[in-house]
C-alpha cells in the first residue's frame, strides 16, 4: 500500500499552492478538489481546474489518482476558472427576464409609449395571442429548467450570463416594443395567417417538450455518459430518425411560426440569430455523437432532415 | 541457491496499436522473452535493482496482443514492444486490476488517448504531404488567359484612377478652391464606373484568381461603394459639398500607386521604387481616407434625418422602424475600428514585403 503525495502548482507562475501528504491512490480528482479547497476557501471545486500538464485539459471528477501517468508523488496544475454560476440559475434568470420585460410593453407602462398611450390595450386580437404565446413558451422553458433538463456540466463561468442575459432580454425588448406598439399592423393575410402559425406554434412546443423529455429519460439514474437517443412511441419523437437535435429543429420551427403570427421584423431576425446559433450547436453535438458511436445511425443530420 | 525470483522495474507506455515496456537492467545477456496465452514472460539474466542476479516477471495483458514480441537491447536497458491485437486505448496493461509493483508508466513515452490520436493524425498528414509533392501538379493551360485578364484589369483601373487624379489636380491649380464644390458633377461618372467596376476584384478573389484573402477585400469594397453610392448619390446636397474632393482625392492617389504594382506584379516584373511606394503611400493617405469618408457621415446624418430617406416609420407591415441617421452612427463607430484593423494588417502586410531593412554584421 503506497500512499501518494500530490503537489499542486499555479499554471502560469509554478509555484506550490498546496501540498498534500498521505493521499489514498485510489483518490478521485474531486476528492483533491475538496481538499485543496479546504486550503483555498475561496476557490470552490466547481472553480478549480486540475489538470496534468499547465496547458492541458482539466481533468474530470471521476478520476483516479492512481490511474493517472504520475508517480507516487504527483504535480498537478491548477488554473482558476473564474466564479462560477449553476446552469439552473442561469437558465431561470435568463428566461425569466423575457418573460416580465414583455409584459411591460403589453400592459403599456406610461416610459414605453408615452403617457398618452399608457395602460391602453391594443383593437387587435393577434396582440393579446402573441402575449400568451410569448409567455407560454418561456413559462415552459422555467419549468423544463427546473423539472426537467438534467445537465452534464455543473457550472459556467459568471460572466456569460451578463453576456446572454443582455442578448434575451435585449431582443425580448425590442420585439415587444413592436408588437405591442400602437402603430402595430396585424399580419396581411389576417385570420388565416394567424390560425396557421398559431398551430404550427402548438405543434413545435409539443414537440421541443418531448424531444427535452425524452432526452432526460436517457439520463434517468443520474449518469453522466451520453447514449444516442431513439425515437419512442411518441409521434414528435419520430423526428430523431431525421436529425440529431430535433429540440433545436422545434425551437426554430417555434421562433418561425411566432414571426409568421406577428409579422414583424425584429422577431424574424431574433429568428435568424437563433437559428445560426443552434446550427452551430447541433453540428458540434452531431460531430461529437460520430465520434463517440462508431454505429451512429448515418440518415441523420445536425439540425434540418436531409439538409443541414 | 534458488531464492525468490527477483523483478526488474518495468515501464510501461501505450499507443493505439502497441505497447511499449522499458525493463530496467543493463548488460543483459539472453534475455527469454515470450508470449503464451497472452502472458508475457521474461526471464534473464542481468545488472538491476538489487545486482547482477536473475530476473524475471509475468504480465497478463488486459485485450489480446499478438503472441510475437519485439526486443531490442541496449546497454543500459531492454526495450520490448508488443502488438496490440484490437487498434483500442487500454486503460490500464494488465488484466488484473490492481496494478503490479514492479510496474510504472514511463513518462518519457507517455501520451494520452488524444495527444497519441493527435500524433497518429500528423503522421498520416505527413504521408499525404509527401504524396503531394512527389506528384507534379499539373500545368495550368489557361495561365496566359488569366494573366492577361488581370493585367488588363488593373491597367484600365490605374488609367481610370489616372484620370481622375490629373483631372481633379488640374482643375484645383486652375479654379483653386472653387474647384472642390462640383468635383461630383465632373468626376462622379468615372468614379462609379472605376468603383464598379472594383467589384471584379472580390470575384477574383472568391474564384481564386488572385491571392489575396477575400473578406479584407469585400470590406474595402463595400466601404467605397456605400460611401459612393448610397451617401454621396442619393444626396444632391452631398454632393457639392468639398469633402467630396479630398475623399476623391485621397482614393485615386492610393490606387495611383496599387494597381500599377499589381500589374507589374502580373507580368512577375518588380520594380523597387514602386514596391515601396505601394507599401507606404497608405501610411498617411489611408488614415486620411477614413477620415475625410468619416467627415462624409457626419455631415450627411442631419440631412437624413431630415429626409427620412432609406427610413421607414410606423406604422408598415413589417412592424419595423429604421432609422437611417441612426444606422450611419453604427457604421461610423465601425468605421474607425475597421480603419484600425485594417491598419495593423496593412502594416504587418509592408513589413512582410519590404523585409527587414539593414542587417549589419560586425
Known amino acids: ?308 | 541457491m534458488a531464492g525468490p525470483s527477483l523483478r526488474p522495474h518495468v515501464h510501461w507506455a501505450q499507443r493505439h496499436r502497441e505497447l511499449y515496456l522499458r525493463v530496467e537492467l543493463s548488460d543483459v545477456q539472453n534475455p527469454d522473452v515470450a508470449i503464451t496465452d497472452n502472458v508475457l514472460h521474461f526471464r534473464a539474466q542481468g545488472h538491476g535493482a538489487k545486482g547482477d542476479n536473475i530476473y524475471e516477471f509475468q504480465i497478463e495483458f488486459l485485450e489480446p496482443v499478438e503472441p510475437k514480441p519485439v526486443c531490442r537491447v541496449t546497454q543500459r536497458q531492454l526495450n520490448i514492444t508488443v502488438q496490440k491485437k484490437e487498434s483500442n486505448w487500454w486503460e490500464r496493461l494488465t488484466k488484473q486490476e490492481k496494478r503490479p509493483l514492479f510496474l510504472a508508466p514511463d513518462f518519457d513515452r507517455w501520451l494520452d488517448e488524444s495527444d497519441a490520436e493527435m500524433e497518429l493524425k500528423e503522421k498520416e498528414e505527413e504521408k499525404i504531404n509527401k504524396m503531394k509533392i512527389e506528384s507534379r501538379v499539373p500545368k495550368d493551360p489557361f495561365k496566359h488567359l488569366k494573366k492577361g485578364y488581370l493585367v488588363m484589369y488593373n491597367l484600365v483601373q490605374f488609367l481610370g484612377f489616372s484620370w481622375i487624379f490629373v483631372n481633379m489636380t488640374v482643375r484645383l491649380f486652375i479654379l483653386g478652391k472653387d474647384s472642390f464644390y462640383d468635383t461630383f458633377h465632373t468626376i462622379a461618372d468615372m468614379m462609379y464606373f472605376c468603383q464598379t467596376l472594383a467589384l471584379m476584384e472580390i470575384v477574383n478573389s472568391l474564384i481564386g484568381l488572385v491571392r489575396s484573402p477575400l473578406i479584407p477585400a469585400v470590406m474595402q469594397i463595400f466601404g467605397r461603394n456605400f460611401i459612393l453610392f448610397v451617401v454621396l448619390g442619393s444626396l444632391e446636397e452631398m454632393q457639392s459639398k468639398p469633402v467630396v474632393f479630398f475623399i476623391f482625392y485621397f482614393w485615386s492617389v492610393i490606387e495611383l500607386f496599387r494597381y500599377p504594382y499589381y500589374m507589374l506584379s502580373c507580368i512577375g516584373i518588380e520594380w523597387k521604387p514602386l514596391t515601396w511606394l505601394r507599401y507606404t503611400a497608405w501610411i498617411p493617405l489611408y488614415p486620411l481616407g477614413g477620415l475625410a469618408e468619416a467627415v462624409c457621415i457626419v455631415q450627411s446624418i442631419p440631412i437624413f434625418s431630415e429626409t427620412g430617406k432609406f427610413s421607414l416609420g410606423l406604422p408598415n407591415p413589417l412592424n419595423v422602424t429604421i432609422q437611417f441617421s441612426f444606422l450611419l452612427q453604427i457604421y461610423l463607430i465601425a468605421l474607425f475600428l475597421g480603419v484600425f484593423v485594417n491598419f495593423r494588417h496593412l502594416y504587418k502586410q509592408r513589413k512582410q514585403h519590404l523585409g527587414p531593412k539593414k542587417r549589419k554584421m560586425k
Open chain 1, 1 to 308: 500500500f503506497v500512499s501518494y503525495q500530490v503537489e499542486i502548482l499555479d499554471w502560469k507562475t509554478k509555484e506550490q499552492l498546496c501540498f498534500l501528504d498521505k493521499v489514498e491512490p485510489n483518490a478521485t480528482i474531486r476528492e483533491i478538489r475538496l481538499m485543496f479547497h479546504k486550503f483555498y476557501p475561496r476557490w470552490y471545486p466547481a472553480r478549480q481546474s486540475i489538470k496534468l500538464d499547465p496547458k492541458g485539459k482539466s481533468l474530470r471528477d471521476e478520476e483516479i489518482l492512481q490511474h493517472l501517468p504520475v508517480g507516487t508523488t504527483a504535480t498537478l496544475y491548477f488554473k482558476d476558472l473564474g466564479p462560477q454560476i449553476g446552469w439552473t440559475t442561469v437558465f431561470l434568470i435568463e428566461y425569466t427576464g423575457p418573460l416580465f420585460i414583455y409584459f411591460l410593453f403589453y400592459f403599456r407602462m406610461p416610459f414605453v409609449y408615452g403617457l398618452d398611450e399608457r395602460f391602453t390595450s391594443s383593437p387587435h386580437p393577434v396582440v393579446n395571442l402573441a402575449c400568451i404565446c410569448h409567455s407560454f413558451h418561456y413559462i415552459k422553458r422555467l419549468i423544463e429548467t427546473v423539472f426537467v433538463h438534467r445537465f452534464s456540466h455543473g457550472t459556467m463561468p459568471l460572466r456569460n450570463i451578463v453576456k446572454n442575459c443582455l442578448y434575451y432580454w435585449g431582443f425580448a425588448a425590442w420585439l415587444a416594443y413592436y408588437i405591442n406598439h400602437p402603430l402595430y399592423t396585424p399580419p396581411s393575410y389576417g385570420k388565416k395567417q394567424i390560425n396557421f402559425a398559431v398551430i404550427m406554434f402548438l405543434l413545435c412546443e409539443a414537440g421541443n417538450f418531448s424531444i427535452h423529455v425524452a432526452l432526460s429519460d436517457l439520463r434517468r439514474n443520474g449518469s453522466k455518459t451520453r447514449k444516442i437517443p431513439y425515437p419512442t412511441k411518441n409521434p414528435f419523437t419520430w423526428l430523431f430518425f431525421f436529425v440529431s437535435c430535433p429540440n433545436y429543429t422545434y425551437e426554430v420551427g417555434t421562433w418561425i411560426s411566432f414571426t409568421i403570427m406577428t409579422q414583424c421584423v425584429p422577431v424574424g431576425l431574433f429568428t435568424l440569430l437563433c437559428f445560426i446559433q443552434m446550427t452551430i450547436w447541433a453540428k458540434d453535438k452531431h460531430c461529437t455523437y460520430l465520434r463517440e458511436f462508431k454505429d451512429y445511425p448515418s440518415l441523420r443530420m445536425p439540425i434540418i432532415p436531409f439538409l443541414l
